[in-house]
């Protein structure tokens, strides 16, 4: 079955399948011919103006199934685990995350909780308007658990630096990771690696990378704007 | 919308009713934040504010200094009773002087109307009105309104009466601008001495029997007697003021509106404007108007020090 991110015709590197093809030689000359012949093969930088589909609602949800099970790999016992979504982005995300993984193991509860992190920035009075804050909604405590942050898109690395700034006010876990969606390379301002990615995308500063989540989750896709879009 | 219309907050008159929208959306999340177990954000740690009091003040000055605290920013105190305002010092060298030792916003209380509003032309900052005489107490109308709004929803078409002393009272004026904005509608009562003379071409209706009032309203703010700023005698006597306008329980029930939310900005004198087990009572929203006067103090100062970039 050909896999939906190869009809986009982009490299995920940490998805497993194009790491075979970005390595292995053999596989390299098969993907060139084939895209030769894809008539909807549009080059990463050739964008319209709606902005280029990274991630359809497809392989979004193939992206969402690892994501899920690479935590559940981690963590078997969710008894003192917490998911907690950076507002407003990482709401969708974690609930999608968190539905994905009481389906894995129905047997647990797995706490889900939102941060907002608006008054623990760093660019306050330094952006020309002011950031209107979302709610927090932490109904347990946060001492002594496992945290996983989640986030859609990670880009210079300060908004979750806020985060654990403001984490760290409701107590002192024992252990926080970060799973995101999108990591964006080689973009980072300060030292913050996740330790679960959806995909990797390497693009400009001046571009946007947006992740569009629809109720009934079909039509959820991940989307790049340049600069002037 | 995430900006307020104004660089000052100098009363409600010269706000537009998005920004109280605003304020209001913000002071939730504040209000969540005053309580939590850590009561503290780092928004506003690189801000100075001053906080100018020229004038007696316990709930307001406390509320404003714990609203700048929680929002990590430093607070200097500056009382006129001890300060060269005495050697004849005039406000805007005062002022001045404190805005060269780097501070980046005012908060001012101060017994002239229209002090603020002079200041905020000739001083370069931020300036919040903390009550400037018989004039305006923006961040009190605010704190009132936001508490009928938890406690009512949206305001409009509500009926607020206003109770007392008006014609001395900032409270009034500026919680008259305010509810007016959000769509609620105002009328006042107390002694005809009491009310200004022209008062109702603020769209105001002044009714002069309680009762009447009582009767036709859903929520009732008693002011205080402010005999500290009555020059002649308005009333015979403080006796008389509580028989005619004074609420109590006994009364309420004898119109059947036990069901009317009660509100008074402080301090209150007991068994004169309103009687202790109204005051206690489960229709008094009061000590909840002092909860959420920290929260909405720290919104209009988080919102106004937002719109000032930083000297960096």
Same mark, same amino acid.
């Given at each position: 079955?050909?896999?939906?991110?190869?009809?986009?015709?982009?490299?995920?590197?940490?998805?497993?399948?194009?790491? $075979?093809?970005?390595?292995?030689?053999?596989?390299? $000359?098969?993907?060139?011919?084939?895209?030769?012949?894809?008539?909807?093969?549009?080059?990463?930088?050739?964008?319209?103006?709606?902005?280029?589909?990274?991630?359809?609602?497809?392989?979004?949800?193939?992206?969402?199934?690892?994501?899920?099970?690479?935590?559940?790999?981690?963590?078997?016992?969710?008894?003192?685990?917490?998911?907690?979504?950076?507002?407003?982005?990482?709401?969708?995300?974690?609930?999608?995350?968190?539905?994905?993984?009481?389906?894995?193991?129905?047997?647990?509860?797995?706490?889900?909780?939102?941060?907002?992190?608006?008054?623990?920035?760093?660019?306050?009075?330094?952006? %020309?308007?002011?950031?209107?804050?979302?709610?927090?909604?932490?109904?347990?405590?946060? %001492?002594?658990?496992?945290?996983?942050?989640?986030?859609?898109?990670?880009?210079?690395?300060?908004?979750?630096?806020?985060?654990?700034?403001?984490?760290?006010?409701?107590?002192?876990?024992?252990?926080?990771?970060?799973?995101?969606?999108?990591?964006?390379?080689?973009?980072?301002?300060?030292?913050?690696?996740?330790?679960?990615?959806?995909?990797?995308?390497?693009?400009?500063?001046?571009?946007?990378?947006?992740?569009?989540?629809?109720?009934?989750?079909?039509?959820?896709?991940?989307?790049?704007?340049?600069?002037?879009? | 919308?995430?900006?307020?219309?104004?660089?000052?907050?100098?009363?409600?008159?010269?706000?537009?009713?998005?920004?109280?929208?605003?304020?209001? #959306?913000?002071?939730?999340?504040?209000?969540?934040?005053?309580?939590?177990?850590?009561?503290?954000?780092?928004?506003?740690?690189? &801000?100075?504010?001053?906080? &100018?009091?020229?004038?007696?003040?316990?709930?307001?000055?406390?509320?404003?200094?714990?609203?700048?605290?929680?929002?990590?920013?430093?607070?200097?105190?500056?009382? /006129?009773?001890?300060?060269?305002?005495?050697?004849?010092?005039?406000?805007?060298?005062?002022?001045?002087?404190?805005?060269?030792?780097?501070?980046?916003?005012?908060?001012?209380?101060?017994?002239?109307?229209?002090?603020?509003?002079?200041?905020?032309?000739?001083?370069?900052?931020?300036?919040?009105?903390?009550?400037?005489?018989?004039?305006?107490?923006?961040?009190?109308?605010?704190? *009132?309104?936001?508490?009928?709004?938890?406690?009512?929803?949206?305001?409009?078409?509500?009926?607020?009466?206003?109770?007392?002393? &008006?014609?001395?009272?900032?409270?009034?004026?500026?919680?008259?601008?305010?509810?007016?904005?959000?769509?609620?509608?105002?009328?006042?009562?107390?002694?005809?001495?009491? =009310?200004?003379?022209?008062?109702?071409?603020?769209?105001?209706?002044?009714?002069?029997?309680?009762?009447?009032?009582?009767?036709?309203?859903?929520?009732?703010?008693?002011?205080?007697?402010?005999?500290?700023?009555?020059?002649?005698?308005?009333?015979?006597?403080?006796?008389?003021?509580?028989? #005619?306008?004074?609420?109590?329980?006994?009364? =309420?029930?004898?119109?059947?509106?036990?069901? &009317?939310?009660?509100?008074?900005?402080?301090?209150?004198?007991?068994?004169?404007?309103?009687?202790?087990?109204?005051? *206690?009572?489960?229709?008094?929203?009061?000590?909840? #108007?002092?909860?959420?006067?920290?929260?909405?103090?720290?919104?209009?100062?988080?919102?106004? /020090?937002?719109?000032?970039?930083?000297? =960096?």
């Amino acid at each position: 079955m050909k896999s939906p991110c190869e009809s986009e015709g982009i490299f995920f590197a940490s998805d497993a399948l194009h790491l $075979k093809e970005i390595f292995d030689p053999f596989f390299l $000359k098969i993907l060139n011919i084939s895209r030769k012949v894809q008539s909807n093969f549009t080059p990463i930088f050739a964008l319209s103006m709606e902005g280029k589909t990274l991630l359809t609602n497809t392989a979004l949800n193939y992206t969402l199934d690892r994501l899920a099970f690479e935590v559940y790999e981690q963590h078997i016992d969710f008894s003192n685990l917490a998911f907690i979504s950076i507002q407003p982005r990482g709401l969708p995300l974690g609930k999608r995350i968190v539905e994905k993984l009481s389906i894995l193991v129905p047997d647990q509860k797995i706490l889900h909780g939102a941060l907002d992190v608006t008054f623990y920035r760093d660019d306050f009075r330094r952006r %020309e308007e002011v950031l209107v804050p979302s709610a927090t909604e932490l109904d347990f405590s946060v %001492e002594g658990k496992e945290i996983i942050l989640i986030d859609d898109v990670l880009f210079t690395g300060r908004t979750v630096r806020s985060a654990m700034d403001a984490l760290l006010d409701f107590g002192r876990p024992k252990h926080v990771e970060l799973l995101v969606l999108i990591d964006r390379r080689f973009s980072r301002e300060l030292p913050v690696q996740p330790d679960y990615t959806g995909s990797m995308v390497d693009v400009v500063k001046a571009e946007r990378v947006k992740v569009e989540w629809t109720d009934d989750n079909t039509n959820n896709r991940v989307i790049l704007f340049s600069s002037d879009q | 919308m995430t900006k307020l219309s104004t660089k000052h907050l100098l009363g409600i008159k010269n706000i537009t009713s998005e920004d109280i929208h605003l304020i209001f #959306q913000t002071a939730d999340n504040f209000k969540e934040v005053i309580n939590r177990p850590i009561k503290k954000v780092p928004s506003l740690r690189d &801000i100075t504010i001053a906080n &100018i009091f020229f004038e007696n003040s316990t709930r307001t000055k406390l509320s404003f200094e714990l609203a700048e605290k929680r929002l990590s920013a430093d607070v200097i105190n500056f009382s /006129a009773s001890s300060s060269s305002v005495k050697k004849g010092e005039t406000l805007v060298d005062t002022v001045n002087n404190i805005l060269a030792m780097k501070v980046d916003m005012v908060v001012m209380r101060h017994p002239n109307p229209g002090a603020c509003m002079h200041l905020a032309r000739h001083v370069n900052c931020s300036i919040v009105n903390a009550g400037d005489g018989a004039h305006e107490h923006p961040t009190q109308a605010l704190l *009132d309104a936001y508490s009928l709004r938890e406690k009512l929803g949206d305001l409009t078409g509500k009926k607020v009466l206003i109770v007392g002393d &008006i014609l001395h009272s900032r409270v009034a004026l500026s919680n008259i601008f305010c509810l007016q904005k959000l769509g609620a509608e105002v009328r006042v009562c107390g002694p005809a001495t009491l =009310l200004p003379k022209h008062i109702e071409s603020l769209g105001v209706k002044v009714m002069l029997n309680l009762k009447e009032a009582l009767r036709w309203c859903d929520v009732a703010n008693m002011l205080r007697i402010q005999l500290e700023r009555q020059d002649i005698q308005y009333f015979p006597s403080l006796r008389e003021y509580t028989m #005619q306008y004074g609420l109590s329980s006994k009364l =309420l029930k004898e119109i059947g509106r036990d069901d &009317i939310i009660i509100m008074h900005p402080g301090p209150i004198n007991r068994g004169v404007e309103i009687t202790t087990d109204i005051a *206690d009572g489960k229709q008094s929203i009061i000590l909840e #108007q002092v909860e959420n006067g920290v929260a909405v103090r720290m919104a209009v100062l988080y919102l106004l /020090a937002g719109q000032t970039k930083s000297a =960096l």
